[in-house]
């Protein structure tokens, strides 16, 4: 088992910037890749950004060249966030993968405003 705890949303001026951390505890071990995903108000859940095992990571379109991420450690992962728009205002997932399970912490709420 993995639990995840997210930390770091909150509200936001347009332009401005936020670092989420999530830390997980239980089997870390086991944990392979840990990311971000993001379910903004009457949308589909979707992928922000992830990073393996080994530092390698995905992010997505949306929010490449603004959002960096990366692992901390072993149990922490970190999402940078730069030049965050409302398009940007979501809950903001956790999510961590292990060989046969995948995990979600319960989420933190972003919110970008003008």
């Known amino acids: 088992q993995v639990q995840l705890v997210e930390s770091g949303g909150g509200l936001v001026l347009a332009g401005g910037s936020l670092t989420l951390s999530c830390a997980a505890s239980g089997s870390i071990h086991s944990i392979n890749n840990m990311g971000w995903y993001r379910q903004a108000l009457g949308k589909d859940r979707e992928l922000v950004a992830n990073v393996d095992r080994y530092g390698k990571t995905v992010i997505a379109d949306a929010v490449k060249g603004r959002f960096t991420i990366f692992r901390q450690s072993r149990s922490t992962v970190k999402l940078q966030m730069h030049s965050l728009n409302v398009e940007d205002t979501a809950v903001y997932f956790c999510?961590?993968?292990?060989?046969?399970?995948?995990?979600w912490g319960h989420g933190t709420q972003i919110t970008v405003s003008l």
């Open positions: 999510n961590a993968l292990t060989v046969d399970r995948t995990y």
